[in-house]
């Protein structure tokens, strides 16, 4: 699903223009202030509704010194932005985002994953939102736009939206290229590609890199996708799948820590040692890859700085500076660990 441009926002002005009113009618009847006769106030009221029109909040806030809330949501399924420990890639955003936000003079309200389909965006009121990663069908994504939100994607987005969401660049090309390299520097002859099955920029940019070392060093293209809410679980199967398959695989790439995790459970399962038979390496440098058994080979995203900087261009779209589109997070670094050594 293509994100298109937010359609123009239904304004104060369009709303008593076709109520037959002044603006100042229109603003105290909408906020219940000043003497509006009754009558009056429900024209206002109807006329509103029916013309789509919602106040923009931030802007009101911006002007009289309020506070502002902003909302961060992540497109992954709970079972990778979250999961058991509760402290996955969101959590790290979110807790260096909040603070940022906060210096701001802006609340953060983290938004956990809806599995119901409602639309989060029903039940709160924020003026903007900060999205992780978001795949080219993203819902919550199309519903920010639709609702002319200021937004901003950490990471590219998914399909057309990278033209019309600003966007923090997370270097997913740059960061396999680095993983892939550091295989091959150990040794690896046979490398299988695991990630998830959504149309992410992540896995696509992910995707390329691996062809272009399938195609120079003359290794068999092994790539399987998942369903990214299958968990360890989607792990164990890719790796018990893609071995029976392909016996001379000796180390596998899988781009979410938690597929990673269920990766390294069959490797061990099946009586294979890991590295010496076969070497496992993620990109996220989180819990899960620090904790695993053995602890998984990584890439730290500098998160940190990467919601810091993710604030500031939000902060910018908030005050109606939409000059930045894309800001480069800094460049990723390994952290080599006894998966692969």
Avoid: W
């Amino acid at each position: 699903m293509a994100v298109s441009p937010p359609s123009p926002r239904v304004t104060i002005s369009d709303v008593a223009r076709h109520a037959g009113v002044s603006v100042t009618t229109v603003s105290h009847a909408l906020n219940g202030r000043g003497q509006v006769d009754p009558a009056t106030r429900r024209k206002v009221e109807e006329t509103a509704r029916a013309l789509g029109y919602r106040p923009n909040r931030h802007a009101q806030r911006l002007r009289t010194g309020g506070s502002s809330m902003i909302a961060l949501m992540s497109s992954m399924p709970f079972a990778v932005a979250g999961g058991p420990s509760r402290l996955g890639f969101l959590m790290e955003v979110a807790s260096v985002a909040a603070s940022s936000a906060l210096e701001r003079g802006m609340a953060m309200v983290l938004v956990p994953p809806l599995e119901s389909g409602q639309s989060p965006l029903d039940i709160l009121d924020v003026d903007g939102a900060l999205i992780i990663e978001p795949s080219a069908d993203d819902r919550q994504l199309a519903d920010l736009t639709a609702r002319g939100l200021p937004v901003v994607s950490i990471g590219r987005p998914g399909g057309d939206a990278h033209g019309a969401v600003p966007y923090v660049d997370l270097l997913s090309g740059p960061t396999v290229q680095m993983l892939l390299a550091h295989l091959q520097a150990r040794g690896a002859r046979q490398i299988a590609l695991v990630l998830g099955a959504a149309q992410r920029t992540s896995y696509a940019q992910a995707e390329l890199a691996y062809r272009q070392m399938v195609d120079a060093s003359g290794m068999d293209h092994i790539a399987l996708r998942l369903d990214e809410a299958r968990g360890e679980a989607g792990g164990r199967d890719a790796a018990r799948l893609l071995l029976a398959a392909h016996p001379q695989i000796d180390a596998f790439l899988v781009l979410v820590d938690v597929f990673a995790v269920g990766v390294a459970q069959h490797l061990q399962q099946a009586g294979l040692r890991v590295p010496e038979d076969v070497m496992i390496a993620t990109r996220y440098d989180g819990i899960r890859a620090r904790t695993c058994e053995p602890p998984l080979t990584a890439v730290n995203l500098h998160l940190d700085q990467v919601a810091r900087l993710a604030i500031d261009l939000l902060f910018e779209r908030l005050r109606g500076n939409a000059g930045r589109q894309a800001v480069q997070s800094p460049m990723p670094e390994l952290v080599a660990r006894a998966s692969t050594r």
